[in-house]
C-alpha cells in the first residue's frame, strides 16, 4: 500500500505549493488558481490515505467528504471570480487595493 | 510480478510528478490564459488520479465540476475582464509576483520546513487502516443504496449534504447580490450551434443515467447536476438566454428545488421518527431517489447560473 | 385542570427538538425569502423571533435533561454525524439569538428595498450557518458550516458595492479561504490518525503523535487566521469597516466569536489532555499584543468605524489571555471568557449600529465632524456610552464581571504580565471611547446637514448597549448556564 503514501507525499507538495503562489502572489486570479491547488492536494491526501485500508474498496467517507469539497471549492471559486471582477470594475486593477498592506 | 509492480510505481511516480509540475507551471506562467488551461489539464489529470485511487465518483465529480466548470469560470471571468479592461492593459499578460526575492526566498524556506514536517507527520501513520468502512459495509443494506459513496452522502451524512446545498445557494445568492458583469461578447459559430444541437441531448441522457445508476455504481446527484450543468453553460454560450417568463419565480423554485426537498424530507423524517433525516429503511431508496433527482435539477440550474454571472432579470439602475 | 394543560403544554414544549429547529428555521426562511422577496421582511423578523424561543427551548431542555446529543439519520457517531448542545453552546447560541434579533429589527429601517432584497436571505443564510456551528459535534461538519458562515459574510460585506467595501470583501474572502483549508487539513489528518471525525470520539482516541501536533497546528493557524488574532488580524480592520453597519455588527459580534468557539472546543477536547500549556503561552502572548495593539491603533483612527473595528481586534486578545490562565480544574478563566464574549458582542454590536445611525445621520463618520449630535440623537450617544462602559470595563457591565474575572484568575496564578496588559488596556480603550464620546458634545468645524434617523435604528442600538451593561447583574445565572454539560470540566471524561 505504499502507492498511497506517494500520492499522498503529492498532496502535500501541492498544498504546499498553492500557499506558496497564494503568498507570493499579488494577482487575485492568481490567487484563486492557488486556493483551488491547495484544496486539490488537501483532496488527494484524503483519499490516498483512505486507500491504506486493506479491503479492495476503500473507505467511503473521506470520497464523500473530497466530493463535499470540490462542491464547496467551485462554490467559492464562482464568489471570488465574480468579486474580482466587480473589483476590477471599480478600481481598474485585479489586485487587492493598497489599505495597509497585506 | 516485479515487472508489474515496478511498472505500477513508475507510471504512479510519473503522474505524481505530472501532477507537481502542472500545478508550478499553472501558478509560475506569465500569461494568465495559458494559466488556466494549464489548470484545467491539471484538473483532469486529477480525475486520472482519482481512478488509479479507486475513487470513481470523485473522478466524475472532478472532472465535470473540479476541471470543467471550474475551468469554464475561469475562461468566462478571463473574458469578461478583457472586456473591463478594454481601454487599459490587458489583464491577460500581467507580470507575476510583485514581492522582493528575499521575501519569496523565506517564504519558501518556511513552506519546505512545513512541508517536511507534513511529509514526516503523513508517513508515520500505519500502512493499514480501516477508518469507517467497516461500519459503512455493516450498515449498508439498510442504507436503501448499493454505492457505499452514496450512501455516505445521501444518508450517512446527509446533513453535511444538506448544508453543502445550501453552499452552493448562497453562492449564487452572493453573485446574484454583487450585481451585473459585463457581457461577454456574442459569438456566432456554426461550429458551436451544430455542436449544441448535438451534445445537449447526449449530456441530458447522461446526466439522467449518472443519476440513475448512482445508487449502485459510481455516479450520484453532484455528477449528473454537473453535466447538466454543462449542457446549460454550452446553451449559455451559444446565445440562448432564458425566456423572460420563466425568469423570476420559476428559476427561483428550480434553485431552491434540492434544498428545498431535503428541508422537506428532514421535516418528515423529524416528525415521524424524531430523529432528522432519519430514514425508515424500507422507504430509504425511494426517499434517497427523489432527493437526487431534485438536486441534480437544482444543482444543474445553479452551475449554469453561477457561470452567467448575473441575475436575468437583473436592472442595472441600483 | 389547569395544572394538568401547563403540564402537558411544557411536555410538549420540552419534547421539540429545538436543536433541529434552530437549524432548519432559518434555513427555510431563508429559501422562502429568496423566491418572495416581497413577503422578506416579515419572514426574517418571524424567523429570528422563532430562533429566540428556539434558543429558550433548547436552555429548557437542557437544564431538564441534561446535555442534548441528538444522532443526526439515527446512526450516530463515528458513522453519523451529531448535534450536541451543552452550557458553552447555548451561550454561544443566546448570543446569537439576541444580537441577530437586534440587528435584523435595525435592518428592516437601515436597507431600502433592493438591496434589503438581497440582505434577507444572505442573513438568514449566515444565522443558519452560525447556528449549525455552535450545535456541531463533527468537525468534517464543522468545516462545512464554516465555508457557509464564511461565504455569506464576505457576500454580506460586499452588499454596500463601493471600491473600499470589494477590496474589503476580496481581503475577508482571501483570509476566510485559508483559514478554512487549514482546517480541513488539520481535519484530514485527524481523521486518518484516529478513524473518525466527531469531537467525543476523537477526544478518547487521541494520542500524543506527531500527527496530531501537525494536525493541530493546522487548525490552530486556520482557527486564528479566522478569528483576526494579532498578527493575522490585517483583513479585519478593512472588511469590518467598510461594510454596511449592520453587517459589521455580526461580523464584530458574532463571526469571529465562531470560529473562536471551535478553537476552544477543540482546546478543551483535544489540546488540553495533551498537555500543551506552551501553545497555551504563545497564544496568550499574541493575545496581550492584540490587546495592546488594537487599542493603539484604535486612539489613532478618525474615523469611527475604524476605530470600532480595531476595538474587536483588541478584545479578541482578551479572550486569548484565557488560555495562559486556565489551569486544571479551576474554571474562573474561563468563565472570563464567557462573560466576555457575550458582553463584548452586545456592546461591539451596538457600537456598530450606532455608527450606522451616525453615518446615516451626517453622511460620514469623521469622529471629529461629529456635530453636536448628543442634542440631536440623544438615544445614540446614551447607546454608544453604554457600550462604551462595557468595552472598559466599567461596573456594572457584563465587561467588567468578564474582566474582573479574568484579573483573578491572573493574579490568584502571580501572572502580573498579563493583569498589567488588562489595565493598560482598559485604560487605552477609556481613552478611545471618551474620544469619541468628547467629540459627540462639540460644535463640529462646518455645519453639517443632517438627515432623520428612523426610531427603530435608535432604540435597536440602545437596547443592545443596555443589555451589556444589565449583563453584569445577570452573571450568575449566566454562569450557572454556560457550567451545564461542564463544558469547561471536559477535559477528563466526556458527557
Known amino acids: 500500500m505504499n502507492v498511497a503514501f506517494l500520492y499522498t507525499l503529492v498532496g502535500v507538495g501541492l498544498f504546499c505549493l498553492g500557499l506558496y503562489a497564494l503568498i507570493v502572489q499579488a494577482h487575485l486570479l492568481r490567487k484563486i488558481l492557488a486556493f483551488n491547488i491547495m484544496g486539490s492536494g488537501i483532496f488527494l491526501v484524503l483519499v490516498a490515505l483512505a486507500k491504506r485500508s486493506g479491503n479492495a474498496i476503500p473507505d467511503p467517507v473521506p470520497h464523500a467528504m473530497v466530493i463535499t469539497g470540490i462542491v464547496v471549492a467551485v462554490s467559492a471559486t464562482a464568489l471570488a471570480l465574480t468579486l474580482i471582477l466587480k473589483l476590477t470594475t471599480e478600481t481598474g486593477k485585479a489586485e487587492l487595493p493598497d489599505e495597509g498592506g497585506e | ?318 | 385542570m389547569r395544572v394538568e394543560s401547563s403540564t402537558l403544554m411544557a411536555a410538549i414544549f420540552l419534547d421539540v427538538p429545538w436543536a433541529v429547529v434552530l437549524i432548519l428555521l432559518p434555513l427555510a426562511g431563508a429559501l422562502v425569502c429568496f423566491i418572495s422577496p416581497a413577503v422578506a421582511k416579515s419572514v426574517v423578523l418571524l424567523t429570528v423571533f422563532a430562533n429566540t424561543v428556539s434558543v429558550a427551548g433548547l436552555a429548557w431542555q437542557v437544564m431538564e435533561n441534561g446535555v442534548y446529543r441528538h444522532a443526526v439519520g439515527g446512526w450516530g457517531a463515528p458513522l453519523g454525524i451529531d448535534l450536541y448542545a451543552d452550557g458553552l453552546s447555548l451561550l454561544m447560541l443566546l448570543m446569537t439569538a439576541l444580537v441577530g434579533l437586534a440587528v435584523s429589527v435595525y435592518s428592516t429601517a437601515y436597507f431600502d428595498q433592493p438591496q434589503a432584497a438581497r440582505f434577507w436571505p444572505l442573513w438568514l443564510l449566515l444565522l443558519t450557518a452560525l447556528n449549525a456551528l455552535f450545535l456541531a459535534a463533527d468537525i468534517f461538519n464543522i468545516y462545512v458550516t464554516l465555508e457557509l458562515m464564511g461565504l455569506s459574510a464576505v457576500a454580506l460585506s460586499a452588499l454596500s458595492g463601493g471600491k473600499d467595501a470589494l477590496g474589503g470583501a476580496m481581503r475577508y474572502l482571501l483570509a476566510t479561504l485559508l483559514g478554512s483549508l487549514l482546517f480541513l487539513f488539520g481535519v484530514a489528518l485527524l481523521y486518518h490518525g484516529f478513524g473518525s471525525v466527531d469531537i467525543i470520539i476523537l477526544g478518547q482516541r487521541i494520542v500524543a503523535s506527531p500527527i496530531v501536533w501537525a494536525a493541530l497546528a493546522l487548525i490552530t493557524a486556520g482557527l486564528t487566521l479566522k478569528t483576526a488574532l494579532f498578527p493575522l488580524h490585517f483583513w479585519l480592520p478593512p472588511a469590518h469597516a467598510s461594510a454596511p453597519a449592520p453587517v459589521s455588527a455580526v461580523l464584530s459580534a458574532l463571526v469571529v466569536k465562531a470560529s473562536f468557539y471551535i478553537l476552544l472546543r477543540l482546546w478543551l477536547e483535544f489540546f488540553a489532555p495533551l498537555g500543551v500549556e506552551d501553545i497555551g503561552t504563545l497564544l496568550g502572548l499574541l493575545g496581550a499584543a492584540a490587546v495592546l495593539w488594537g487599542s493603539v491603533q484604535a486612539l489613532r483612527q478618525s474615523r469611527l468605524k475604524l476605530l470600532v473595528a480595531y476595538s474587536t481586534v483588541a478584545q479578541i486578545g482578551y479572550l486569548f489571555l484565557a488560555f495562559p490562565l486556565a489551569v486544571g480544574s479551576n474554571v474562573t478563566a474561563w468563565n472570563a471568557v464567557a462573560c466576555l464574549a457575550l458582553s463584548h458582542a452586545l456592546a461591539k454590536a451596538a457600537m456598530f449600529l450606532v455608527a450606522g445611525n451616525l453615518l446615516r445621520f451626517g453622511g460620514h463618520d469623521r469622529i471629529a465632524d461629529l456635530d453636536r449630535v448628543v442634542q440631536r440623537l440623544p438615544l445614540t450617544v446614551a447607546a454608544f456610552a453604554l457600550a462604551g462602559m462595557s468595552i472598559m470595563g466599567l461596573p456594572p457591565s457584563g465587561g467588567f464581571v468578564g474582566k474582573w474575572l479574568l484579573l483573578e484568575a491572573a493574579l490568584i496564578q502571580g501572572r502580573w504580565d498579563l493583569a498589567a496588559v488588562m489595565m493598560i488596556g482598559g485604560l487605552m480603550a477609556a481613552g478611545y471611547v471618551f474620544k469619541v464620546l468628547g467629540f459627540a458634545f462639540t460644535q463640529a468645524n462646518i455645519p453639517q446637514k443632517s438627515k432623520a434617523v428612523p426610531a427603530t435604528m435608535e432604540w435597536a442600538a440602545l437596547l443592545l448597549a443596555v443589555a451589556a451593561v444589565l449583563l453584569g447583574f445577570l452573571a450568575v445565572p449566566l454562569l450557572a448556564l454556560v457550567g451545564m454539560g461542564m463544558p469547561f470540566g471536559s477535559s477528563e471524561v466526556g458527557p
Request: proline share 4%; hydrophobic share 60%.
Open chain 2, 1 to 318: 510480478m516485479e515487472a508489474l509492480s515496478l511498472l505500477q510505481w513508475s507510471f504512479d511516480g510519473l503522474l505524481g510528478l505530472s501532477l507537481l509540475w502542472l500545478a508550478w507551471q499553472a501558478l509560475v506562467c506569465t500569461d494568465l490564459f495559458k494559466a488556466v488551461v494549464l489548470f484545467i489539464a491539471f484538473g483532469l489529470l486529477m480525475a486520472l488520479t482519482w481512478v488509479r485511487l479507486a475513487a470513481p465518483d470523485i473522478a466524475l465529480a472532478e472532472a465535470a465540476i473540479g476541471a470543467g466548470l471550474t475551468g469554464a469560470l475561469l475562461l468566462s471571468a478571463l473574458a469578461r475582464s478583457r472586456v473591463i479592461q478594454a481601454n487599459g492593459e490587458s489583464l491577460l499578460n500581467v507580470p507575476l509576483a510583485a514581492r522582493k526575492l528575499q521575501f519569496r526566498w523565506l517564504v519558501a524556506i518556511i513552506l519546505l520546513i512545513v512541508a517536511a514536517g507534513l511529509g514526516y507527520a503523513v508517513l508515520g501513520l500505519p500502512p493499514e487502516a480501516a477508518g469507517l468502512s467497516t461500519e459503512v459495509a455493516a450498515n449498508l443494506t439498510l442504507s436503501g443504496v448499493g454505492n457505499p459513496v452514496t450512501a455516505v452522502l445521501l444518508n450517512f451524512r446527509a446533513y453535511d449534504t444538506l448544508l453543502e446545498m445550501a453552499v452552493l445557494l448562497l453562492a449564487l445568492l452572493a453573485v446574484w447580490s454583487l450585481g451585473g458583469l459585463p457581457q461577454r461578447e456574442a459569438v456566432t459559430d456554426p461550429v458551436l450551434d451544430s455542436l449544441v444541437r448535438l451534445l445537449i441531448p447526449v449530456l441530458i441522457l447522461v446526466s439522467a443515467y449518472l443519476l440513475w445508476v448512482g445508487a449502485d455504481a459510481p455516479g450520484g446527484a453532484f455528477q449528473a447536476g454537473s453535466v447538466l450543468s454543462a449542457a446549460g453553460v454550452l446553451l449559455l454560450l451559444a446565445g440562448w438566454r432564458l425566456p423572460l417568463r420563466l425568469a423570476q419565480r420559476p428559476l427561483r423554485f428550480a434553485l431552491v428545488a434540492g434544498t428545498g426537498t431535503f428541508i422537506a424530507i428532514a421535516v418528515l423524517t423529524l416528525i415521524s421518527t424524531g430523529r432528522l433525516l432519519e430514514y425508515p429503511p424500507a422507504q430509504a431508496g425511494t426517499l434517497i431517489l427523489i432527493l437526487e433527482a431534485v438536486a441534480t435539477i437544482s444543482i444543474g440550474v445553479t452551475l449554469a447560473a453561477l457561470f452567467q454571472g448575473a441575475s436575468p432579470v437583473h436592472k442595472e439602475k441600483q
